[in-house]
């Protein structure tokens, strides 16, 4: 994951701090939710009695969560590299700041290792090495990873058009930030048509709900609800809502670039090979309402 991905990642855990926010997963599949729990608590059976467990890229720690309603006996470990994230759930531990290309625990530490949408977000290689020497000998390691022809990618590829509709060819922004220099130079202005009629048009165009709708509601509405603010208050407003948006586009570039990485099957195999690692099972998941995929999830240990 490169700098500026990386940057989009922890802003978003540090501004879902306190919620179970899913990162890319479009919100009304609640499918997909219940067919990753059933992949990761098919894999609790098969571990150690008091397994420890790694949870990479763990992020609100929904694995761990997962993992431990079906085995009570388990005792987990995430880590991330972001630096804020939402509390764990009980009786599991996070390290943050942690990349999984360097991670800070002794060799044999962990029976098993978990990464839900996380592995193929690193350096295959270098994060394969390092699972390879924290796993014990005989430990299984359960990957759950995106698919370039999954609904995933293709949800978050229609949010990037509406999001780069609203920012570059409808050019909200800059719109909004015109009317507040009329304003802070005494001139009273009515609202923009094109702010006023962009919501509007953006729910016509992509749907009501889509981004191509909220972001010129949150517009419209920091124009309007800010009329007696300082014009200095309400910019900082619109940068706060903007700087959201590319964060968002940095995250489905990462997710983009983590799909074309699974992809390539045969550089991926590779990779996890030249580790010292073997992949032994690899299981389509798909949403379980439109039976579309979304992900594969993977089974690996040592190589013998």
């Not at 990349?99 to 962990?110: C, G, I, W």
């Not at 796993?135 to 509406?162: K, V, Y």
């Not at 992809?263 to 439109?290: P, W």
């Amino acid at each position: 994951m490169n700098k500026a991905h990386g940057s989009a990642w922890q802003d978003f855990w540090a501004d879902n701090v306190d919620s179970c926010a899913g990162g890319c997963l479009p919100q009304q599949w609640h499918g997909i939710v219940t067919a990753q729990i059933g992949c990761w608590q098919r894999l609790a059976k098969h571990l150690p009695r008091k397994a420890r467990i790694l949870d990479i890229a763990t992020g609100d720690g929904r694995v761990m969560d997962w993992v431990m309603r079906a085995r009570r006996d388990i005792k987990p470990v995430g880590c991330d590299l972001a630096e804020i994230l939402p509390k764990p759930p009980a009786g599991a531990k996070v390290r943050t700041g942690v990349a999984m290309e360097n991670l800070p625990f002794h060799d044999a530490s962990f029976a098993a290792v978990t990464s839900q949408f996380g592995f193929e977000y690193g350096d295959t290689l270098k994060a394969a090495c390092e699972i390879s020497r924290v796993l014990q000998p005989d430990g299984i390691i359960g990957l759950m990873t995106h698919r370039q022809d999954g609904a995933i990618l293709a949800h978050n590829l229609r949010r990037r058009e509406q999001i780069r509709w609203v920012l570059e060819e409808l050019q909200l922004i800059e719109t909004a930030k015109r009317h507040l220099s009329l304003r802070a130079s005494g001139i009273v202005a009515s609202l923009p048509q094109r702010i006023s009629q962009a919501p509007a048009e953006g729910a016509a165009r992509f749907g009501h709900g889509s981004a191509a709708w909220e972001i010129p509601e949150a517009i419209r509405q920091t124009l309007l609800l800010g009329q007696r603010d300082h014009p200095a208050t309400v910019s900082a407003m619109l940068d706060t809502i903007s700087e959201k948006a590319r964060n968002e586009l940095g995250r489905i570039a990462s997710l983009e670039a983590a799909c074309a990485t699974t992809s390539n099957e045969r550089g991926f195999l590779a990779a996890i090979g030249e580790a010292g690692l073997e992949q032994v099972a690899i299981e389509t998941v798909c949403e379980l309402v439109d039976k579309k995929p979304f992900a594969d999830f993977r089974t690996l240990h040592r190589a013998r």
